[in-house]
């Protein structure tokens, strides 16, 4: 990633109140991105987006991708050259609960961002981000590829492999000149500081642990590619880049997961935070009845490797160290923004180094 390419460019990035979207805000403030923020209002409270004033510096404006007309008027009104695309429900078991909602959002609000583009003479590059459950779960012990079957058994998971096909066809039938370059990007289970969302492992078990109560975990022995959210922030990031160079070669879909050595199972992330936290933590099992969800998922991210340069800089165990880090440090009254801004910076270091891979422990 060359961080003087993105100095004055005018990025669109929906989902910017979002976890994720928080970090990228914050990335791309740093490189001296003018942004524009289309987002619903942060999901949590607290939230990244609040704690660490995202909104300063950019154009945050508070809008629904499934609001097509205000989100193409906004995009139009911003001059964007790049669209990052974030927003999205992004909870499985929210997606059995409100599966019209995970539908419209993740499915309607890509066609709506698309849509936008299609109408817009100033965006060249465009990345859209699903998930690593848009693949047809086979419960292999392989890593997924970017060729490999879309599908989802779940609204959630579902909603995502849908996602894909509308990309791919709006890249078929209205980008084929390449023009406009439209990418996506699938990736794993993102971990790091300032994530408050109900209904994940990480969130749930550093709530806990603050509280001093044992968190209930279900589905202990599933695996996931963990990875902490600089890691695949990169990936898009860079992929940004080519397509700006070379978007004919580099207009298709792409995996950003870890190394494959840290596909882990919940029961080994509880007991490595819980040991990392020291003290009285711990946490117990939950045994209630829950909706089913994948037990096994790998990415292969071989491709991202070989045709991008890019590979995952962060092992599991040092982002589980940056992570406990950075929510003591911020519970003990250190100011999040800043906390954020030097992970970011020391990512960057970690990024200059020639080494095929690097930890942070």
């Known amino acids: 990633?060359?961080?003087?390419?993105?100095?004055?460019?005018?990025?669109?990035?929906?989902?910017?109140?979002?976890?994720?979207?928080?970090?990228?805000?914050?990335?791309?403030?740093?490189?001296?991105?003018?942004?524009?923020?289309?987002?619903?209002?942060?999901?949590?409270?607290?939230?990244?987006?609040?704690?660490?004033?995202?909104?300063?510096?950019?154009?945050?404006?508070?809008?629904?991708?499934?609001d097509a007309a205000q989100l193409a008027g906004t995009m139009a009104e911003s001059g964007a050259e790049i669209v990052l695309h974030l927003a999205a429900q992004s909870l499985v078991r929210r997606g059995y609960a409100e599966p019209l909602e995970t539908y419209t959002t993740n499915v309607a609000g890509t066609a709506s961002v698309l849509d936008a583009v299609r109408s817009s003479d100033q965006v060249r590059v465009v990345v859209s981000c699903t998930s690593d459950?848009?693949?047809?779960?086979?419960?292999?012990?392989?890593?997924?590829?970017?060729?490999?079957?879309?599908?989802?058994?779940?609204?959630?998971?579902?909603?995502?492999?849908?996602?894909?096909?509308?990309?791919?066809?709006?890249?078929?039938?209205?980008?084929?000149?390449?023009?406009?370059?439209?990418?996506?990007v699938r990736s794993g289970n993102v971990i790091g500081g300032g994530d408050w969302?109900?209904?994940?492992?990480?969130?749930?078990?550093?709530?806990?642990?603050?509280?001093?109560?044992?968190?209930?975990?279900?589905?202990?022995?599933?695996?996931?590619?963990?990875?902490?959210?600089l890691d695949p922030l990169h990936g898009y990031l860079t992929l940004a880049e080519r397509l700006w160079d070379d978007g004919a070669v580099f207009a298709e879909a792409w995996n950003f997961g870890p190394e494959e050595s840290d596909a882990r199972p919940v029961r080994w992330i509880a007991d490595r935070i819980v040991e990392m936290w020291g003290g009285d933590a711990a946490w117990r099992l939950d045994d209630e009845v829950h909706p089913p969800e994948a037990t096994y998922l790998r990415l292969d991210c071989g491709k991202?490797?070989?045709?991008?340069?890019?590979?995952?800089?962060?092992?599991?165990?040092?982002?589980?160290?940056?992570?406990?880090?950075?929510?003591?440090?911020?519970?003990?009254?250190?100011?999040?923004?800043?906390?954020?801004?030097s992970r970011i910076a020391e990512y960057e270091t970690l990024a200059s180094r020639p080494a095929p891979a690097s930890s942070t422990s």
């Open 197 to 229: 969302a109900t209904d994940r492992l990480l969130p749930d078990l550093i709530g806990g642990l603050l509280r001093g109560e044992p968190v209930a975990i279900r589905s202990p022995e599933a695996v996931r590619p963990w990875q902490h959210v």
């Open 133 to 184: 459950k848009c693949y047809e779960n086979r419960e292999w012990d392989r890593g997924y590829r970017e060729d490999d079957r879309l599908g989802g058994k779940d609204p959630y998971s579902n909603s995502k492999a849908c996602a894909e096909l509308v990309t791919d066809a709006f890249r078929r039938s209205y980008f084929a000149s390449g023009e406009v370059a439209v990418a996506s």
């Open 1 to 66: 990633m060359n961080r003087e390419f993105w100095h004055g460019k005018r990025v669109f990035l929906t989902g910017h109140t979002g976890f994720k979207g928080s970090w990228l805000t914050v990335w791309l403030r740093s490189m001296g991105a003018e942004v524009t923020g289309y987002s619903l209002a942060p999901p949590t409270d607290p939230s990244l987006f609040v704690e660490a004033r995202v909104e300063d510096g950019i154009r945050s404006i508070e809008g629904d991708v499934r």
């Open 304 to 341: 991202a490797k070989e045709r991008l340069g890019w590979r995952p800089l962060v092992t599991l165990d040092g982002a589980l160290a940056w992570l406990v880090a950075w929510y003591r440090e911020q519970h003990a009254g250190a100011d999040a923004r800043r906390l954020t801004e």
